[in-house]
């Protein structure tokens, strides 16, 4: 995994943030227009739903070189390195869908790309062994993120991740002896403390959602 690479190209966003407030620009113009499922402070609104998004893109290197590693303790590398491999691609060469995009503005759709990668492949760890691959619990956030990108948009760049999955997992992919001895060590206290590492990404800034009013509308 080249996440040094990513970590590289999320601080030339941030300085092309710091020149030009485009993001910044961009969320004000939406919040008047945000679902009303979502919470913000009445007090710097603009400023939490800015960091929100920042600290949203910045945690993608963190959580693919996570995922890697456990998926390289379960004895799935082989199988779920690829998938981590398009997430970091999307961010070093974004598909032809985000051609025009720059700065933060386009990797929020990035980073919301490889978040839902992992939780596609999470969803598939809890199919099979009833734990996540990585608990990112970011699905909240993800779901923030959705409405930020844009219904239409978000939907094309959940198709794409679909797509990807598909093509490179399958049950066959949870059957191997690795997989099996793996499933035992889900339960121990250190994979516990290790969940405890990934707190709500949205809780923790002050973002939140109410997914019955989601639900409903």
């Not at 939490?48 to 004895?75: K, M, N, Q, S």
């Not at 939780?119 to 809890?126: F, G, P, R």
């Not at 970011?138 to 930020?148: C, F, G, N, P, Y």
């Not at 499933?183 to 019955?212: F, H, M, Y």
Request: proline letters at 5%.
């Amino acid at each position: 995994m080249n996440t040094a690479a990513l970590r590289e190209q999320i601080q030339r966003a941030h300085q092309h943030e710091a020149k030009t407030g485009q993001l910044s620009r961009q969320l004000e113009t939406q919040l008047p227009h945000l679902h009303p499922a979502i919470h913000l402070p009445e007090l710097d609104a603009k400023g939490v739903l800015t960091r929100f998004v920042a600290a949203y893109i910045e945690l993608v290197p963190d959580l693919l070189d996570a995922a890697h590693e456990v998926a390289l303790e379960a004895g799935i590398e082989d199988q779920i390195k690829p998938v981590l491999k398009i997430a970091e691609h999307f961010f070093l060469q974004p598909p032809s869908i985000m051609a025009g995009h720059e700065g933060l503005d386009s990797l929020l759709d990035e980073a919301y790309l490889a978040h839902r990668l992992v939780e596609e492949v999470n969803d598939l760890y809890i199919k099979h062994f009833g734990q996540p691959l990585i608990p990112s619990n970011t699905t909240v956030a993800s779901v923030i993120a959705h409405q930020l990108i844009g219904e239409a948009f978000a939907n094309q760049l959940d198709e794409a991740v679909h797509h990807a999955v598909d093509e490179m997992l399958d049950d066959e992919s949870f059957a191997l002896d690795s997989v099996e001895a793996y499933r035992d060590r889900l339960i121990s206290p250190d994979t516990e403390a290790a969940w405890k590492r990934w707190p709500c990404l949205s809780r923790q800034l002050g973002v939140g959602l109410d997914l019955e009013q989601t639900r409903a509308v």
